[in-house]
């Protein structure tokens, strides 16, 4: 089975770095397109060196890189860092995920077509509109953590594991 994954808030706990960055400079909401684009201009690099992954990710990714083909597939790019690319590989690298290839910048095309490019099985994503795209494609979806009528939806890497092994 070939099976693509995001990586924000599906395999780390992007939000929850995010909110500590707010918090610890008194942001409550961004007043403007430009104030949010130079916080995460300045922050993002540093937000992505202190990711943390969801509990079981690396061993259920081990166990499912066994019989299946891992791939990322993101919409992460460059758009406020020109490290984030690398960054993110140093990320997967240094924590030993066991994917295949690295997809970024897929909202340019989207996670949909991307998906049917690779002929990917099932796509696993925390935002709904992903899956949902995805989807369309004939694709099986999991979206993760998070709920919306009419998805298959998995609450931890643990049930991933579950649904993956039937």
Known sequence: ???????????VKTSDKIREYLNKYNIK????EDEKYEFY???IDDITNELEL??????????????????????RSNYYSDNIKDLTIKFIKE???????FYFG??????AI???????????DDYSI????????????????????NLKTVNSWQDILKYVEG
């Open 114 to 124: 991307k998906c049917e490019e690779l002929n990917i099985d099932l796509f696993i």
């Open 54 to 75: 969801f509990d079981d990710v690396i061993d259920v990714l081990n166990k499912l890189s066994i019989n299946n083909e891992l791939y990322l597939i993101t919409a």
């Open 29 to 32: 909401e961004f007043t403007n």
């Open 130 to 149: 992903n899956c949902l795209e995805v989807s369309k494609k004939g694709i099986d979806t999991l979206l993760f953590q998070n709920k919306y009528d």
């Open 41 to 43: 201009k300045k922050h």
């Open 1 to 11: 089975m070939r099976i693509a994954i995001d990586f924000d808030d599906t395999i």
């Open 106 to 111: 897929c909202y340019e095309i989207g996670k």
């Open 95 to 101: 924590n030993k995920l066991p994917f295949k290839e």
